[in-house]
């Protein structure tokens, strides 16, 4: 009940703050993408309030339910107004800016975990099922499917390289009957992680220089506002050593 109380509360307030700035601003508010946003948000909750006036579930419209997670999205427009949040406005202004980055990054990292995979399903997997048979690896069940298909090795050498989780499950026990396996699994944990993974952590942090070196408002607006915090500073000690109030200051 509260919760509901809050939240047509919250869509209240929000409602009277966009008319008042479409009042101020006229329909070139819209130009401004926040704007058009904060509509989206504000529509999708006043379509909810008329659907559950006539007894229907927003849960039946999928459209209307993604609409509603854009609602944590107005907490990203604190970031813009506040400078106690600037550390977290530079979080999300790298991920923004280096979303495509990551995103080939994944594609290269899952590429070169399939070529290994496949070198694993094709090299090991006949000594994987010859052990799985004899019972090697015990309890493990899934072991002995480990590298029957690409995807499934894929799975393996994500769980066991990227998230470091039962690695001595399967790796150990068949390197210790077969050495020469070595050259796969350890080959694939200094490839992925000593190789792709530092390699995408340096194209990203490139990648968002690169990018707040071309983002002159922003570094203008920090100038300012630094400039804005050293002028406060600077009048705090001025008002310190105006003991009689004047508003002027002389060398005596």
Not at 76 to 102: D, G, N, P, Q
Not at 160 to 184: M, R
Request: charged content about 20%.
């Amino acid at each position: 009940m509260w919760a509901s109380i809050g939240a047509k509360t919250c869509l209240a307030v929000y409602t009277v703050e966009l008319l008042l700035n479409v009042f101020v601003s006229g329909l070139a508010l819209f130009e401004n993408r926040w704007s058009v946003m904060d509509f989206c948000i504000i529509f999708s909750g006043w379509l909810e309030v008329i659907l559950m006036a006539y007894d229907i579930s927003a849960k039946e419209f999928t459209l209307l339910r993604l609409l509603r997670l854009l609602r944590i999205l107005r907490l990203m427009k604190l970031c813009r107004h506040h400078r106690w949040l600037t550390e977290l406005k530079k979080l999300v202004m790298m991920m923004a800016s280096c979303l495509r980055t990551l995103f080939w990054s994944f594609m290269f990292c899952f590429i070169v975990m399939s070529a290994w995979s496949m070198a694993a399903v094709e090299l090991v997997n006949p000594v994987v099922q010859q052990m799985a048979a004899d019972g090697a690896f015990g309890d493990c069940r899934s072991c002995g499917s480990a590298l029957t298909s690409v995807m499934r090795a894929n799975l393996m050498t994500f769980q066991t390289i990227i998230a470091g989780d039962s690695w001595g499950d399967l790796a150990v026990p068949v390197i210790e009957a077969h050495p020469w396996t070595a050259i796969i699994f350890i080959g694939s944990l200094l490839t992925l992680v000593f190789g792709v993974l530092n390699l995408i952590f340096a194209v990203v942090i490139d990648t968002y220089a690169e990018h707040r070196q071309k983002d002159v408002m922003n570094l203008a607006q920090e100038l300012d506002a630094e400039a804005a915090e050293d002028k406060r500073f600077l009048q705090k000690i001025f008002d310190q050593i105006d003991e009689d109030g004047s508003g002027e200051l002389n060398l005596d």
